[in-house]
């Protein structure tokens, strides 16, 4: 989890705040929601900080007279007893518009936005359900380069009407260096401390800010990236008529912290290169430097999608969906460009679920039912199928069904993928071709089956035999021979590279873009680092890569 050091400050007044008298006045900050019985009041009397929990439903003169019991405590610190303050009654009231509200109105609607309380001499404006910072986090690692966005949790705020503002420690001062959300340290931070002040609003009024710290210094990146000669070719966006679509398997940090990880699968890595805070820097340069209209991940987990990645993609224009594996900490994210494309509709399934509900299915369910030991294992299966119709902003008239998986994994699993796929294919025909009236696929993902495999040829081929090598593919028991069809017509939209997953003991291509052919084209493909660059620390993941695997980047058109 992100750990950055929080600094809660009231700052004493409300940024922004209006001029004039109210402006002089102290803050009684007063949180009241319907659905919770209680509501909460803030303010600070005689120098301390006083908060009373009262029911909403009690009248309003109870809770004013615990304010005055409170304040007659305060005065009591000095010469005089504390029985003897506490008998000397502090004037209090309640004023809306110049007229006292009454004492036995509930305090639910006595409490006013703009409502003036009088405690003895001292005056406070009611500021009711102000915006308020809830969290807010910088993550421990922070590198030159790498665009940076804290975690942010607001209550009556909205973060784009909120402020944001970026310093960075000059010796003992701070020196401000930048505003907004998203903030990318430069040479100028190497070796500073860095702090952001965020002031939440909701585009009328102004809360409290709240300061967030990194607990070290800004660091240096490893200077040169795996993914530099890419970006480089990515540094436009796709042009009119076309979008640019990714897709990438992250790599888990559930999985890449594991002994198994360090040990077995990827000795050569550093622990600080596989290290989640180190990694999350290199994908938010990267997956920010494609610029891409469609983005799909796989191994995301949610506190990556709701932390470390998916603010920086949303304040870049991205709009973001997730979707978690069942009984599993990780799972897939797609994204897409709200400048491009409006969501329609969200169409996500089990596929292990799928099987068994989805009545166009019910012809596998029977034939599977005659196969005991591959059913039980694919219903044990927890992955998912994600499935986002999107429409272009340009000409609402073409519109695109994206899809993203993440494959049954085991090297003898091919019968099982075949089987995920083919429910995964008859739920695309579904929502494609039934509920979108024939819209074009773009289906993405880590299928974890090679380009020789019984699941490549049944995808771009529309059809796998029962005699296929794959229905054996973890012996006889498991065997599920069946012929099976899907009714789109399907390329792997960057082809077969030699590789898309590398690491010391194996080396294949995995994941891929499928996308229907008869409507979409390939504009342009963004060719993977070279063999020479892929193995220069071994494999991958390494200090300049963030993952086992690479990300497939091309440029679609439609036909």
């Known amino acids: 989890a992100l750990l950055g050091k929080l600094l809660v400050r009231a700052m004493g007044e409300a940024a922004g705040g209006s001029g004039g008298q109210e402006a002089a006045m102290n803050r009684a900050v007063v949180r009241a929601v319907p659905e919770e019985p209680k509501l909460s009041i803030s303010l600070e009397v005689g ?26 405590k305060g005065q009591g610190k000095g010469k005089r007893g504390r029985k003897e303050a506490q ?24 409490w006013r936005e703009g409502s003036v309380l009088s405690v003895g001499s001292a005056r406070y404006l009611v500021e009711r359900n102000p915006p308020a910072v809830l969290e807010l986090e910088l993550p421990r690692v922070v590198l030159v380069g790498a665009p940076l966005c804290p975690r942010l949790r607001l209550e009556f705020g909205r973060p784009d009407t909120s402020r944001f503002e970026w310093s960075r420690r000059k010796e003992r001062d701070w020196e401000q260096v930048g505003t907004g959300r998203v903030f990318t ?30 607990e070290g210094l800004v660091e240096a990146g490893p200077g040169h990236y795996l993914c530099d000669a890419r970006l480089r070719q990515t540094e436009s966006r796709a042009g009119a008529g076309t979008f640019r679509t990714v897709s990438y398997n992250i790599l888990a940090d559930v999985y890449a912290r ?10 050569y890595c550093p622990a600080r290169a596989l290290g989640a805070q180190y990694r999350h820097n290199l994908l938010r340069r990267e997956l920010s430097g494609y610029r891409a209209d469609v983005l799909c991940l796989q191994e995301a987990e949610r506190d990556v999608f709701e932390g470390a990645l998916g603010p920086v993609l949303e304040e870049l224009g991205m709009e973001g969906r997730y979707l978690e594996k069942q009984r599993q900490h990780e799972g897939l994210a797609t994204f897409y460009s709200r400048d491009r494309f409006r969501l329609l509709g969200q169409h996500d399934i089990s596929l292990s679920e799928g099987l068994l509900s989805d009545p166009r299915l019910s012809d596998l369910r029977e034939r599977l039912s005659l196969y005991r ?27 695109i069904c994206v899809a993203n998986t993440h494959l049954y994994f085991h090297p003898k699993g091919g019968n ?29 993902g880590d299928f974890n ?60 291509c995995l994941d891929y873009i499928f996308i ?44």
């Open 87 to 110: 008998e000397e009654r502090v004037p209090v009231c309640l004023s809306y518009e110049g007229r006292e509200v009454p004492e036995e109105e509930p305090n639910g609607s006595a």
């Open 258 to 267: 594991t002994e198994l990880s360090r040990d077995v699968l990827y000795p």
């Open 449 to 508: 089956s090679l380009p020789d495999t019984g699941l490549h040829r049944f995808i771009k081929g529309g059809a796998v035999g029962e005699d296929d090598e794959d229905w054996t593919s973890n012996g006889e028991e498991e065997q599920c021979n069946m012929a099976l069809t899907h009714p789109f017509k399907l390329t792997s939209a960057c082809g077969e590279p030699a590789y898309t997953n590398y690491i010391g003991e194996f080396h294949g």
């Open 185 to 214: 340290p430069g040479e100028a931070e190497l070796g500073h401390g860095l702090k952001v002040r965020a002031v939440p609003g909701d585009g009328e009024r102004w809360g409290l800010a709240v300061e967030a710290e990194v």
């Open 516 to 559: 229907d052919s008869a409507r979409l084209a390939v504009e342009r493909i963004i060719p993977l680092p070279t063999h020479q660059e892929v193995t220069k620390y071994r494999a991958l993941p390494s200090i300049e890569h963030p993952s086992d695997h690479m990300a497939l980047v091309c440029d679609l058109k439609w036909t």
């Open 416 to 444: 099982i993928r075949l089987l995920q796929v083919a429910v995964a294919l008859a739920h695309l025909g579904h929502v494609a071709n039934e509920l979108y009236g024939g819209i074009p696929v773009v289906f993405c």
């Open 47 to 72: 120098g301390s900080r006083r908060n009373l929990q009262r029911e909403q439903k009690e009248p309003l003169g109870r809770a004013l007279a615990r304010l005055a019991a409170s304040a007659a």
């Open 373 to 399: 030991e591959a059913r039980e294992k694919l219903l044990k299966r927890s992955s998912v199928l994600q499935v986002l119709v999107l429409e272009s902003i340009e000409d609402p008239s073409r519109r």
